[in-house]
């Protein structure tokens, strides 16, 4: 039955209700700090197949509305752009990730309040507080849903989570209003959808990167009905049949209430230094430790055992993968390409990488298991294990709770900056990473803020 409090309500008044005023200046250097990394990652990845084949697509759609594609100079309409910019910034494993509701808010969020601030002419204080209001509505309802229990039943969070982030962002940047909202996330709930099978074939990969973008699309696609006019239910969320009930596991619908003195969610997202599934990250740091900063020589380590969350044997043991993302969310391969390559080598996992011996050869003396004492604290801890076995019989281990990047060990603006660099260089020798940061800062710092050249995306002129 329907609970007597309609909790979806009060967050849709809460999030209505949000200031740009009302942030901190903490708040508001987290949130352009989240648009820069988006920006980085985003930028780096638009010559990526998939990206290139989505942008190709849109064409068919140019001169349709306001919205900007990233790396063209098309106009598309708001949830045109709204897709392939969400898949552009999700498709290669490097978008920040809410490790409560092991979602990923930034691909959907940002992609989602971008498109709907150039459609509708929002100025930068709007935008940041649609983009802060997206982050809460995603993350909360993630939590409140168990998402980390979804997703071993199969669901992928961000595919089905997105779209109430994203819808949450438009329906204020289109100034919906509280009754707006809700029926945008009515909307929402019918459009939601996001299946875990990526995980479990070897090829056909390419949806994954899809799933920002779709909800990202399904987010601000909901939030323009409800402007039409088109009426949906008000308790997507917390209703009989709503996002709670139908897709949480053991769920905590008090959740969706902000705890008292609890800071806002976009202070607890992780950034990804590493371009792999989040799960292996915490992996990464520790195969650093063992192996002297990665300096060990690979032709002596004679055993990998990883250990951590279900998830890691139950979905991520694939030795031969066949696809990028595949490599991406395979334990072994990213433990051969770290230990080969080296821990930020973007490249390591391009296709012409898949068959390469040194890394298959060090995937194959890699096993997994589940560890009771690290999955207690995940999802908000994703730590794992390493126990590394040397040809002289020393075994050198590490366990590693937070990796860089998470809240516990942030990365700071420079070293975004240095992230955006690497990828983006891979792109365009002549971007300015400075410019496109400057140009993110001045958002909210006057009633609009260069909200348009952000959202119109020649990559060399980010200002």
Known sequence: MTSPKDRSRSLAEELTALRYADLS????AQTQKLILDYMGVAFGGCDLPWARALREWAGRFEATGRAGVLGSRMRVSAHIAALVNGATAHGYELDDTHDASTSHPGGVVISAAFAAAAQSGAGGEDL??????????????????????????????????????AAAAAARLYGLGTEGMLTAWGHTLSLTGGSMQFSDEPAGTMVKRCHAGYAAMNGVLAAELAAAGLSAPQRALDGKYGYIRLYGRHPAPEKLEKAAGAPLEINRISLKPYSCCRLFHSLIDGLGEVTDGYAADV??????????PQAIPDQHMLRRPSSVMAAQYSLPFVVGATLVFGPRRYD???????????????????????????????????????????????????????????PARPMSIEDVKAKASGLIAAVDREFDVDRLHDAVVRLGRDGRGPVEALVMTDKRNPD
């Open 128 to 165: 940041l507080a649609a983009i802060v209001a997206g982050y809460e509505a995603m993350a909360r309802i993630g939590m409140a849903a168990n998402a980390p229990e979804g997703m071993e039943a199969g669901f992928h969070p961000t595919a089905v989570l997105g779209g109430f982030g």
């Open 299 to 308: 032709d002596s380590i004679r055993g990998i055992h990883v250990r951590g």
């Open 25 to 28: 200046e903490q708040d508001v």
């Open 348 to 406: 390591a996992y391009r296709e012409d990488r898949l068959d390469h011996p040194g890394i298959l050869a060090v995937a194959d003396r890699v096993e997994a298991s589940a560890d009771a004492e690290i999955e207690r604290h995940f999802p908000e801890h994703f730590g794992t294990a390493v126990d590394m076995t040397f040809a002289d019989g020393t075994t050198r281990s590490a366990t590693v709770l937070d990796s860089i990047g998470t």
